[in-house]
């Protein structure tokens, strides 16, 4: 991963606000992008000390350090160790409300299911193949400087940082953000081809204009200045096309560790159909195909369903099958009649948000699922509602008449070393 992701650096947006500049440098597109300055900073100022609190007398890189990556200062052990807690206490939450719910759980005191250790990421620095950067006024008043935000709105001291303290992000990536600074296309394509940036070798570089902090390519469409239209990852022995609006995993190896366990765990057969919903460019399904009868996936992104089906053709895989559209209008329809008599395993990898509760009671009340993973990166948010709506006794007034699934088993998947988060792998059955 850290190969490629420093061979095939991609540069993919440049936005032009009135008087700020931005730029987005990556490899890969994914839906870890960064969050608004002041937000960010709110949150992460509130946090206990060794879990991201600044401290005295840090440098604006450390501090800056400690808002993207807050448990950078702690041996990579003591960070599974705080993740582990984390998901021990999302686990303890949704068992207190399954047990409010008449839901019957484990013996008193214990959890709804078995939560395993957290597993580590293969890599833990520079393991990200993408990075983000913007371009605004520094702490020394440069007006170009580099970086990343630290700081709040409300108390008016928002500025840019370098990132040199990251330590998820590539050296590589630091290096382009240091010397990116031209505003024009013709300036930036003679910069990363024959100027000081022709030593990242990039492959791919694409501009974008917009007046807002994020935007998709349907709203301010990515123009390709240099290079191939789309960029390559390997991945579990298959080559993946990745457009620049669609989602990948930004921790290659620790992807490859987190879908071979879905595999294991989705018990899939020769005979199985599985389900794969919020699928981005079909990673998971296609990991799968060889174990399984045939894959259905199902994405909102039109640019990522397209990459499925490329990354399917490309690889010789057949059995797939890929739907473009919100999983709240495609798989309800799909369910509906659904009449295949193969075992049918889901699979769900939704953003921060969840998933729609159209989804949630298209699955619960399909009797041909019988196993579901659920694959959240913020399981405390979101992801709780969905968990009690699939796990609650029947419902008719919210049309939940399918017999309840259980939680079976959790493992955590750290994807993110440095920082808070992680994936948790949650198994249903019923």
Known sequence: M?????????????????????????SLPGRDCGLLAEKRAEKWKKRKAGEGCSLPGSSWEERLADAATPLWRLPYQEQLQVKYENQRKVLQTLTSRLQELGVDVQKPGELCCPLRPVVPSPITNGYRNKSTFSVNQGPDGNPKTVGLYVGTGRARNIVCVRADHVKNVPPKHKQVAQEALATQKALLKEFFTSGPGAGCALTSLYFQESTMTRCSHEQSPFQLIYGE???FEDLLGLKFRISPDAFFQVNTSGAETLYQAVGELSQADRDTVLLDVCCGTGTIGLSLARHVSKVIGIEIVE??????????????????????????????????????????????????????????????????????LYISCKPEGEATRNFLELCCPPDPGKKLVGEPFAPVLAIPFDLFPHTVHCELVLLFSR
Not at 4 to 24: E, H, N, Y
Not at 314 to 330: M, R, T
Request: aromatic content about 6%; overall charge positive; hydrophobic content about 45%.
């Open 303 to 372: 640019k990522a369903i397209e990459d499925a089906r490329w990354n399917a053709a490309f690889n010789g895989i057949s059995n797939c099958e890929f739907h473009s559209g919100k999983a709240e209008a495609v798989l309800p329809q799909l369910l509906c009649s659904w009449e295949d008599t193969r075992p049918l395993v889901a699979v769900v990898n939704p953003s921060r948000a969840g998933i729609h509760y159209r989804v949630v009671r298209a699955i619960r009340n399909c009797k041909a699922i019988r196993r579901l």
């Open 229 to 231: 239209p789309h960029i």
């Open 2 to 26: 850290a190969l490629c992701c420093t061979l095939s650096l991609m540069c993919r947006r440049l936005r032009q606000l009135l008087s700020t500049q931005c730029v987005l440098l990556s």
